[in-house]
């Protein structure tokens, strides 16, 4: 074992030891009477669903109302996503504008909503290109605060990717220009990416989708709707509430799943149809269930799959990941697209996790389509030269302000002017990620697309259930995941859980390929 690797084990079997300790000495539910000693009121009103979802203390452990969730409109027909315009006229380059900015948007007659927005809508103008294309994106900041935009997924340098050092300051504005390389077609999307401000403006409304289509897509004569999942909280005055004690621990979930900035809008299906679905909540686990339908996994974050995968149960999207569906409906109904509920081992005293109506799904049965057998060549990696141990543990520290706990990988917080780990470029790399806490998390690395190779858990190992290009996994409590990694491009990348409270408060490390 190299002397470095050495030290790793030996620092993090100890951190660990200490969060396994002070975790199992708090408890959960021990946890959560510490954190609530000063408002007990609240607390005491255990896990009614009803009175959390309108009740909530925010960071400050002020209690803030909810709005009910009678108070947004449903049932509307699904938007489409507005394009973000290409003011370049040469072939082969997108040019365009972000302005940043607060935006206040009427949900209802009596409900005015102040959002930070990319171009004054919710979510951000969605981008489309070609692989090759050259993209170059004016961002002006007209927030108060800095920030960046990370191109979630994208293959590019790192100085374009919105790191964390690379501030656009308030008031500033700075032009991304980078390649999109051959081969990489997908889902991918943009959110900011500054230094302890992600959550906020996250949740404040900043993400929008990005799209890399290729000229030789096996599925391009489908028709093709796209879902962008996102979270809203809102108090009841209609304002984005704070983010609570809980939200901080657990990863922020809000009374609102929205799709396409939409409350429970009416889908129609009536022919077999490609489908891009994004997960940009904060913190919520969508684990989606559409019935009547025969559903097939075709992509996932970084392209299409080697062939069509037929899904026999829901599919668990956590914060960041994305994927391509084939739906073809079985039977001409209407049924609710729902989350099915997914305990991820949250910390406190919060309610059991609830099935959630996402939408309505109007389905015209139509005949089943053949699809091609082959949709993709994903990369044939080697042999690994390189290995990376990484290990989520979690420490209670009331010290911290927001949540009372750290969560740590290897040990530490992230600190931006710290190198954690080294990889030579071009290497093929086995990184192991191990999460010994007792909440799930997911792992997100910048700059490459990986391939899952095991999932270990209790003892059992297991293969993935498909080959896919990923840039970002779940992890439950416990499991240790191997993953096989190429980064093709030199500088500092940015590796951290996306339950984007986490990822703020420090869940993240940084990567120097050379
Ligand atoms: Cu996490």
């Not at 590019?156 to 790191?163: A, K």
């Not at 917080?413 to 954690?420: A, G, K, T, V």
């Not at 190429?486 to 984007?500: E, K, S």
Request: hydrophobic share 35%; proline share 6%.
């Amino acid at each position: 074992m190299k002397r470095r690797n050495f030290l790793i084990n030996i620092t993090t079997a100890i951190g660990g030891l200490v969060a396994t300790k002070a975790i199992a000495q708090m408890g959960h539910n021990n946890m959560h009477d510490t954190m609530c000693d000063t408002h007990s009121d609240e607390c005491q009103k255990g896990d009614n669903m009803h009175q959390h979802m309108n009740m909530d203390m925010n960071h400050n452990q002020m209690p803030q109302k909810l709005l009910s969730t009678s108070a947004l409109p449903q049932g509307m027909n699904l938007p489409t996503l507005a394009n973000l315009k290409n003011e370049s006229n040469q072939e082969g380059v997108f040019e365009a504008t972000l302005h940043l900015k607060s935006t206040k948007i009427t949900l209802t007659p009596d409900l005015t909503t102040e959002f930070w927005t990319y171009n004054g809508m919710i979510p951000g103008p969605k981008i489309e290109v070609f692989e090759e294309d050259h993209v170059k994106i004016t961002v002006k900041n007209e927030l108060t605060q800095p920030t960046t935009v990370h191109w979630h997924g994208l293959l590019i340098p790192s100085d374009q990717d919105g790191n964390p050092q690379n501030e656009i300051p308030a008031g500033g504005s700075r032009t991304y220009e980078f390649t999109i390389p051959k081969g990489t077609a997908g889902t991918y999307w943009y959110h900011p990416h500054g230094h302890n401000t992600v959550a906020e403006q996250v949740y404040r409304g900043l993400a929008g989708t990005f799209i890399v289509r290729s000229k030789h897509d096996p599925l391009a004569s489908l028709p093709e709707q796209h879902w962008f999942f996102s979270d809203l909280k809102l108090t009841d005055k209609g304002q984005i509430a704070d983010n609570s004690m809980l939200d901080w621990m657990n990863g922020r979930e809000g009374q609102f799943v929205l799709i396409n900035g939409c409350y429970r809008p009416k889908i129609k299906i009536d022919s077999a149809t490609r489908i891009r679905v994004w997960n940009s909540c904060s913190g919520r686990y969508l684990n989606l269930s559409i019935p009547n339908c025969d559903v097939y996994l075709v992509g996932t974050d970084g392209g299409l799959l080697a062939k069509p995968y037929l899904l026999t149960k829901p599919l668990l999207l956590t914060p960041a990941e994305r994927a391509e569906l084939i739906i073809m409906p079985k039977q001409t109904s209407t049924v609710y697209l729902q989350s099915i509920g997914y305990d991820r081992n949250k910390m406190g005293n919060v309610p059991p996790e609830q099935d959630i109506i996402l939408g309505e799904l109007t389905l015209t049965k139509s005949e089943p389509i053949t699809l091609p057998n082959t949709l993709n060549h994903l990369p044939n990696m080697g042999p690994a030269v390189a290995h990376k141990l990484l290990e989520y543990t979690e420490v209670m520290d009331m010290k911290e302000p927001r949540g009372g706990v750290l969560f740590l990988i290897n040990g530490k917080r992230h600190d931006m002017s710290r190198i954690d780990l080294k990889s030579k470029i071009h290497d093929i790399e086995e990184w192991t990620i191990f999460n010994n806490s007792h909440m799930d998390h997911n792992f997100h690395i910048h700059g490459a697309q990986f391939i899952v190779q095991s999932h270990e858990l209790n003892g059992k190992k297991t293969q993935p259930e498909y080959i896919a290009l990923k840039d970002t996994i779940n992890l439950r409590p416990h499991e240790k995941l191997t993953i096989k990694i190429q980064q093709n491009l030199p500088g500092l990348r940015m590796y951290h859980c996306h339950i984007i409270e986490h990822e703020t408060t420090g869940m993240m490390g940084q990567l120097m390929v050379e």
